[in-house]
Nanobody, 126 residues
Framework: QVQLVESGGGLVQPGGSLRVSCTASESTLDYYDIGWFRQAPGKEREGVSTITRLSGRKFYADSLKGRFTISRDKAKNTVYLQMKSLKPDDTAVYYC???????????????????WGRGTQVTVSS
């Protein structure tokens, strides 16, 4: 059974950087597109970034381009989300999720993903 485990969350000051990781079981990265989502208290879950399994194409939320970078290490079955210039508004639980296929017009929709991790808390505060 495919499992996703997030790690690397924590408390960071505004303007700081943080990298969160999503480690998958088996060879998940060969069969699934992997996305990062976040959910702040009282808000809907929103798509942050996705990387496709074949071409490694990357999708980003327009508002986060330039600050967030997604990458993967297939040998470690891990997808990373590097975040920089963090703001208090970036505070949220960050989830990774797996989709059979993520298209340009669907990657940001949580309903496109059917396997989810439990999330890791990222708090940006001074």
């Amino acid at each position: 059974q495919v499992q996703l485990v997030e790690s690397g969350g924590g408390l960071v000051q505004p303007g700081g950087s943080l990298r969160v990781s999503c480690t998958a079981s088996e060879s998940t990265l060969d069969y699934y597109d992997i996305g990062w989502f976040r959910q702040a208290p009282g808000k809907e879950r929103e798509g942050v970034s996705t990387i496709t399994r074949l071409s490694g194409r990357k999708f980003y939320a327009d508002s986060l381009k330039g600050r967030f970078t997604i990458s993967r290490d297939k040998a470690k079955n891990t997808v990373y989300l590097q975040m920089k210039s963090l703001k208090p508004d970036d505070t949220a639980v960050y989830y990774c999720a797996a989709a059979v296929v993520a298209y340009e017009d669907t990657w940001y929709n949580p309903s496109s993903y059917h396997i989810w991790g439990r999330g890791t808390q990222v708090t940006v505060s001074s």
